[in-house]
Antibody
Framework: QVQLVESGGGLVKPGGSLRLSCAAS????????MSWIRQAPGKGLEWVSY????????NYADSVKGRFTISRDNAKHSLYLQMNSLRAEDTAIYYC??????????????WGQGTLVTVSS | QSVLTQPPSVSGAPGQRVTISCTGS?????????VHWYQQLPGTAPKLLIY???NRPSGVPDRFSGSKSGTSASLAITGLQAEDEADYYC???????????FGGGTKLTVL
């Protein structure tokens, strides 16, 4: 079955860096867009970034543009999120999700279990 | 402040029908973009409930349905059950922001 497993979360100081990973299985990874979506404690969902199957198309939310970098390794069936210059407001559970794309639209299925990133001194 | 507006909470008794609204604008729901819905049970990751207006992934009961009109969309749940108690989120794409947008979420309480 399709499975996504995130790792790499933890406690980091403001201004620090962290790299999240997402291991995918159960589907042809290179055929699909992938995305990161986050959820601050007790808050709603916020889309962070997506990347096409080949890696040629990438998009970021304005809140992370210039600080976060999404990438993928199709040979390893893995998705990554390099997070630099972290701020307290980046504290959230970060979910990896497979993105389904229809030309005008993106939606997400399935989602991983999430990894918690806490930015605090 | 979310680009898509949802009521913070709705409630209903078992067996009843409830609807959750999602209001957007001409750059998202009112444009060519579809609306998708997710269910998040307490302490778990979100799960896709409805995609592309009114399509259900395998395993989602037909008690759940979606609709879209103008700059708004709705999720309807009929025959409400205790296990439907969860947070529900709508999602679309916004051409002005050039990115994916979510509603703020609605907490459904089954009385």
């Amino acid at each position: 079955q399709v499975q996504l497993v995130e790792s790499g979360g933890g406690l980091v100081k403001p201004g620090g860096s962290l790299r999240l990973s997402c291991a995918a299985s159960g589907f042809t990874f290179s055929d699909y867009y992938m995305s990161w979506i986050r959820q601050a404690p007790g808050k709603g969902l916020e889309w962070v970034s997506y990347i096409s199957g080949s890696g040629s198309t990438i998009n970021y939310a304005d809140s992370v543009k210039g600080r976060f970098t999404i990438s993928r390794d199709n040979a390893k069936h893995s998705l990554y999120l390099q997070m630099n210059s972290l701020r307290a407001e980046d504290t959230a559970i970060y979910y990896c999700a497979r993105a389904l794309y229809s030309g005008y639209d993106y939606w997400f299925d399935p989602w991983g279990q999430g990894t918690l990133v806490t930015v605090s001194s | 402040q979310s680009v898509l507006t949802q009521p913070p909470s709705v409630s209903g008794a078992p067996g009843q029908r409830v609807t959750i609204s999602c209001t957007g604008s001409s750059s998202n729901i009112g444009a060519v973009y579809d609306v998708h819905w997710y269910q998040q049970l307490p302490g778990t990751a979100p799960k896709l409930l409805i995609y592309a207006k009114n399509n259900r992934p395998s395993g989602v009961p037909d008690r759940f349905s979606g609709s879209k009109s103008g700059t708004s969309a709705s999720l309807a749940i009929t025959g409400l059950q205790a296990e439907d108690e969860a947070d529900y989120y709508c999602q679309s794409y916004d051409s002005s922001l050039s990115g994916v947008v979510f509603g703020g979420g609605t907490k459904l309480t089954v009385l």
